[in-house]
Structure formats: C-alpha cells, structure tokens
C-alpha cells in the first residue's frame, strides 16, 4: 500500500504558482512529504532524498546535499541544531547544524520508515511497514528495533508526550501506545481479525496517517477518507469527529493555539476549540486540486503547506471562530 501511494506521488511539477490567498516560496521540484519550523529555520524533505532549508522564517528556500536519492518521509526537530529525517530503504539521517548538513545513520533495516519522532536529542522513534519500531537512545548514533506484536502493519506516525509515553497510529485504524518508553505496545483499538461482530467490523477505522497533541490529555489522529479521532483523557479512548471531507488527511498539527490539518485534493481544515469543532479552508484554485503532506507554522504564527507541487507556500487562515 505504501510504496504505491508513493509512486502514485512521485511526479513532478513543472509550473511557477502565484497566489492571492497562498504566497509560495520555494519553486516547483520534486514534491515534499514533511515540514517543520524551529524558531525562524524551516526545513522540508521529500522525494528523491529532497531538503529544502530557509533561514528567514520561510521566505526563501534552498536545496541542500542530502547524500541520498531515498524518498524522506518524515523529519523530526527536538531543538533547533538536532534533527532527524526517515525515509525508503531504512534511511535515518541527522543534522547537528538545523538542517544545513547531514550524515545517515545505521537503522538496522531496509523497511520503510514513515515517521520519526525525537523527544530529546538523544531519545528518539522511528516507525514503518512490517509494524517495525526502532529506538534510540544515543541521537541515532545506534538503533535498536522494538516489539511492536504487529508484524504486518504498516505504522504511518508515531508521537511520545515524554520520555515513557508515546502513540504509534497505522493500518486498520490502529493506535498503539507505551508506557514504558516502548519497552512495551498495546492496542488501543481492536483490529478486524479481533472483532467477529458484523456490526463492529462495520464500525472500524480506516487506516490512520497522523497525529499530534496539544498537551498531554487532549490528541487528534487523522487518516483515510477524512477520519479524525479526538482523545480527552491522554489517549485511554478515542472518539470520531464528524467528516468535513471525504479526501484522506495525511498530516495534523497543534500549532500556536490551533489544530490544523492537511491532505488530499487541497484539504485543508483548522479547529480553535481544542480540535472538538473544525472548519474547511479553502486554498487558492493553483493547488486545490493537490495533496499536501507538510504542515508547519513558524515563530511569527504563520502557517505553511507543502506537497505535491514540490514547493512550500504560505497559508492565511481566517480568524473568525471556526465550526462546523
């Protein structure tokens, strides 16, 4: 499922886009699969071992030497200087310099990483098809695998509150979660092959891509066809936020006092009430048609996408109360 959706993603563009609603910043290339902010520099990765680098609160990007031609999904920046990207083929690389330089690291595998996650410079997870789930505990200087019980899953994100507790979200609706800093998993939700109600197999979840909290009580996760799932209580249960979109959400973020989400087809939703209420945003028509993986807001508040086109763009979000 994985690598076809990726290809299906892989092409490239080939047009400059000015927008109204939406300033973009870097230029049409390969597309980008992440996006993050410390402080004023902004980092993007993508296809074919892509990294962009802004200095400027995300008004200009540059390409820098990645030294690998793997797909980067996913990155992770637990202070300004150190950071992480995952990718195809097993590939960690880390940064010591905010992103300006990178060197790999030995992951110990060959699956794809889809998400990474580093509470610390030196604590950090990285998950990926085949349920695999690698740590940490010496900035990726080594990696060791973890049980996750779930051989056949594919893992899409992964998110840890503190050093023990950490959220694992993939295939099948599933969220799994540690206390013990993922010494140990444990499903949240039940599976399909878990559950001989007809009724409940109806009922379950699609496949989760993404999640994110705000503090350590209240989470959003997000994933096919719209699905969104809200916890109050840090994660013990999980309830369904009514769709405004039937497109996949690939990415959502808590970010300077709003929830914000981004996928397919332009989706793009913000919520102001501690993710219980959500409203859809238009993007300008240049890129409504297109999917954004990356989703970040810089020092300043403001708040990017990038995706498809291969290139970072400022949003405007309205500042009217959002509800459905």
């Not at 209240?218 to 719209?226: D, E, F, K, L």
């Not at 970010?255 to 219980?276: C, H």
Request: glycine share 12%; proline share 4%.
């Amino acid at each position: 499922m994985f690598k076809s959706r990726f290809s299906v993603f892989s092409s490239l563009a080939c047009v400059v886009l000015l927008f109204s609603a939406a300033e973009a910043f870097a230029q049409p290339r390969d597309p980008l699969y992440d996006l993050c902010f410390t402080g004023k520099r902004g980092v993007a990765v993508g296809y074919y071992g892509t990294i962009l680098v802004s200095e400027d609160a995300g008004s200009k990007w540059k390409q820098v030497p990645s030294g690998t031609k793997e797909l980067l999904a996913s990155i992770s920046f637990p202070d300004a200087d150190h950071g992480w990207a995952v990718g195809s083929n097993g590939v960690i690389l880390a940064t010591a310099d905010g992103g300006l330089t990178w060197k790999p690291q030995v992951s110990g595998t060959t699956n794809y990483l889809l998400g990474v996650y580093f509470v610390t410079p030196q604590k950090g997870w990285a998950v990926g098809e085949f349920g695999t789930i690698l740590h940490s505990q010496d900035g990726g200087a080594s990696w060791q695998a973890q049980p996750s019980g779930e051989a056949d899953l594919l893992l899409e994100g992964v998110r840890f509150l503190n050093e023990k507790r950490g959220f694992v979200v993939g295939e099948f609706g599933s969220v799994m979660t540690t206390s013990d800093g993922g010494a140990s998993w444990t499903s949240v939700l039940k599976r399909a092959e878990e559950i001989l109600d007809i009724e409940s197999l109806g009922a379950l979840r699609p496949t989760l891509y993404s999640l994110d909290f705000q503090d350590d009580k209240i989470g959003v996760a997000v994933g096919v066809s719209g699905c969104m799932l809200r916890t109050q209580d840090g994660g013990k249960t999980w309830k369904n936020i009514t769709p405004l979109t039937a497109n996949h959400l690939y990415r959502v973020k808590f970010i300077n006092g709003k929830w914000y989400a981004a996928g397919l087809r332009g989706a793009f939703l913000v919520s102001a009430d501690q993710g219980q209420n959500w409203q859809l945003v238009p993007l300008p028509p240049e890129v409504s048609l297109s999917w954004h993986y990356g989703l970040a807001g810089n020092s300043s508040g403001e708040i990017f996408l990038a995706g498809e086109k291969g290139m970072v763009f400022r949003q405007q979000v309205p500042s009217k109360k959002e509800g459905r």
